[in-house]
């Protein structure tokens, strides 16, 4: 009997080998966060595509381990006390790893408070703010006659990438060493290229951000987790 049969998920995505962790993603901001992290950890792992269409996250199979049908999601068949764990909310899921692994979530206490701060900051603020930028200025919103709500997060979109660029002055990552809050602000700094937002935000004159993000995409664990699982 596998550990797998108390998750229905499987029965969409199999795993093939079912003794290592399976992650079930697509390459968005928030999918890359998981994928970056497993490689930079050096947790073996199984990728499966799930696409943002109805017809996988918003299928049984998915939501019984996500029921707020967003991707990534998780199963550790090699979770706490030896039982296995499913998981979603991609910050969640970077806590999880670097707990398991040891890494990238600081050596002290202190660090460890820091670097969850930045991952939060993130969760709560960056991500959000920038997606709905991506709403307002490329896609649906963006034909909207009211342009106040696309002004709206322009400037919340200039306001987080200014506490950023100041709070990179003279560090090469944003809790002290590289660690998971790295992994989950980085990429979606990258999707203001997607959105066609960098002028209009002013990335150009946010520079320790160009350098910051150069250094991030520059990491060969980085840029292997970018396209995992492919696109394509």
Do not use: C
Not at 31 to 43: D, F, P, Q, Y
Not at 142 to 167: C, G
């Amino acid at each position: 009997m596998s550990v797998f049969d108390s998750f229905p998920i499987a029965r969409k995505w199999p795993p093939k080998d079912p003794g290592v962790l399976q992650l079930y993603s697509f390459p968005t901001p928030n999918g890359v966060k998981v994928s970056i992290a497993l490689e930079e950890m050096g947790i073996p792992y199984e990728a499966h595509k799930v696409t943002l269409s109805d017809a996988d996250v918003k299928s049984p199979e998915f939501l019984s381990l996500n029921p707020n049908n967003k991707i990534p999601a998780i199963i550790d068949p090699n979770g706490p006390e030896g039982t296995p764990v499913g998981l979603f909310e991609s910050g969640a899921i970077l806590i999880y790893l670097a707990e398991k692994s040891g890494k990238l979530i600081g050596s002290t206490a202190t660090e460890k408070a820091h670097v969850i701060q930045w991952l939060m900051f993130q969760m709560g603020g960056l991500g959000p703010m920038l997606g709905q930028l991506g709403f307002f200025y490329k896609f649906a919103g963006s034909e909207w006659e009211d342009k106040r709500p696309q002004q709206r997060y322009i400037n919340e979109a200039k306001r987080l990438l200014n506490v950023l660029n100041l709070a990179l002055e003279g560090k090469d990552w944003i809790a002290g060493d590289y660690s998971i809050a790295d992994i989950a602000i980085a990429p979606w700094l990258r999707g203001l290229d997607f959105y066609g937002a960098k002028e209009v935000v002013g990335w150009e004159d946010h520079s320790n951000l160009v350098d910051y993000l150069e250094r991030f995409t520059a990491r060969p664990a980085v840029q292997k987790g970018l396209v995992t699982p492919p696109r394509e």
